[in-house]
Every structure is written in structure tokens, then in C-alpha cells.
């Protein structure tokens, strides 16, 4: 099979635990640029916080699918595309979750993380992304717009069981994790693997000419998606079976491997 697409989760697949692309991953994506190949960030992470991995890896010619699918940027005319946001009244709906869950919550506005409270997950959003904290009295308040997505925040095991109800509780939404303590929640029927299909469709390409690459529940439905799924060795333990192939993790250049093994045969 000849891969037209290559998609790439960023945290914990493509980049190192340091938040760093290591040398060979960048240079295996650069050979599979030169092969033809689209290769396509997909992350849960704001636009503003992917910009400069792009640009490191010469993307100039493709895509980004940020947000957790919630946005898709054309980089070579450097517009969105598509965008899907919750609307004012779904993030307050989430907000009163957020209390009688006893989670926190994050959401996006004016490219700053927006919250009520402060938390050590918090801090690691704010750490990854490198935005800055707009720490507000009243979230409600403060939120007198639509979003593209927000994020509630807890310990890995409590949040496992809020996951569960959550998503029983708002059928309406879409709802992943993204990491152990990031519950990520956007519009209906966003996620990686639709906005994956958006770019499939406009770029001519079959959904068995794509190769997916993630870690996480954020991942899954894209690795379901596409023509060869693959986890990377650090993947949530429960999606092991998930995939058509699992690489070496995101620390030991999985996504080289997946060049190596997959584009350049």
C-alpha cells in the first residue's frame, strides 16, 4: 500500500517527554515530505501552541488539526479552514458539571487558558502550551462566548469514573482523554478522526492511503479510522489491542519507525 497521509499526534507520540522532536523523527518526516506524503499534526493542543513544530518540520505545504479536531489550519495560505466550538450556554453547562464533579475546568478564549481555580493539571496545560493564565473571579462571567473546547481536570482514577459519567450524562458531546488527568469535551461529533475524513476529501485521498499515530483515548478514533492505525509503545495500557501495530514509544522515535517500516519500505 502507498500512504498518501501520515497523521501524528503530538504529546507523548511524536514529541519526546521533553516536549521535544527528536532528530530522528524530524528526519524521517522530512524524507516522507519529500516521498509525497502529507504529514498532519492532530493534536488536542491549541493552534498557537503547534505553530512553531510545524514550522520545525516544514510543514509549510499541509495541515493542522488542533483543538482535539475542533480546528483545521491550512498552513500554506495560513487560514482555518473549519471550525466547530461549544456554544456559551454548552460551557456554562459544563461549568456547573465541573462543580458537582468536583473537577476542575478549563476552557480557551483570546489565546489564554481560562479558569476559576488553580491546579497542578492546570499548570501542566499551561506549561505545554506555553499560554498564559487568565485566572478569573467567575467563569460564567468571564465566558460570555462560544469555544472551541474545554478541559476538566483531576486525579487520573477520579476522572476515569467522571469520564464514565460524563459521557452518560451529556450524550450530546464529544468526550476523550487526552492525558490521565485531561478530560477533553468539544461540539458533537468532533474529534480527530472527522476532521482527518475533512482533509481526506479535500486532498483526494483514501481513508487506506492514511497511516494514524497516537498514545491516547484523544487518538482512538483516528487510529479507527485510518487505513493502518498504529499506538506507540507508551500507549494507555487498556487501547493496546486498538491498533493494527504497535512502534517504540514516543521517546525511542516510534514515529521514525513508522516511516521507516510503512512510507519508505
Known sequence: MKYKMLVIDMDDTLLTDDHKISEENKEMLFKAQ?????????SGRP???MTAYAKE?????????????AVITDLKEDKVIFEQTLSQEQIHELYEYSIKSKTHI?????????????????????????????KVLDFKAAVNSSAVKCI???????????????????????????????????????DKAASIKIL?????????????????GN???????????????????????????????????????????????
Not at 57 to 63: F, G, R, T
Not at 201 to 216: R, T, Y
Request: charged share 20%; no cysteine; net charge negative.
Open 57 to 69: 518540520l516544514k510543514m509549510d505545504n499541509s495541515y493542522m488539526i488542533s483543538y482535539n479536531g
Open 152 to 190: 476538566l481536570l483531576e486525579e487520573p482514577s477520579y476522572l476515569k469514573e467522571v469520564e464514565k459519567d460524563l459521557k452518560l450524562a451529556m450524550p450530546h458531546l464529544s468526550v476523550s482523554m487526552s492525558k490521565p488527568f485531561f478530560l477533553e469535551v468539544a461540539q458533537n461529533g468532533i
Open 34 to 42: 519529500e516521498k509525497g506524503v502529507y504529514v498532519i499534526l492532530a
Open 200 to 216: 481526506a476529501e479535500k486532498l483526494d485521498i483514501h481513508q487506506n492511503e492514511i497511516i494514524a499515530v497516537g498514545n491516547a
Open 47 to 49: 493552534t498557537p501552541a
Open 106 to 134: 478549563i476552557t480557551y478564549l483570546d489565546g489564554k487558558v481560562v479558569s476559576e481555580t488553580n491546579s497542578e493539571y492546570i499548570d501542566i496545560e499551561l506549561n505545554i502550551t506555553g499560554l498564559l493564565h487568565n
Open 219 to 265: 487518538d482512538l478514533t483516528m487510529i479507527e479510522y485510518a487505513g493502518l492505525g498504529v499506538w506507540v509503545d507508551n500507549v494507555t495500557p487498556e487501547l493496546r489491542d486498538r491498533a493494527n501495530v504497535i512502534v517504540a514509544s514516543n521517546n525511542d522515535h516510534g514515529v521514525a519507525e513508522v516511516v521507516r517500516r510503512f512510507i519508505l519500505n
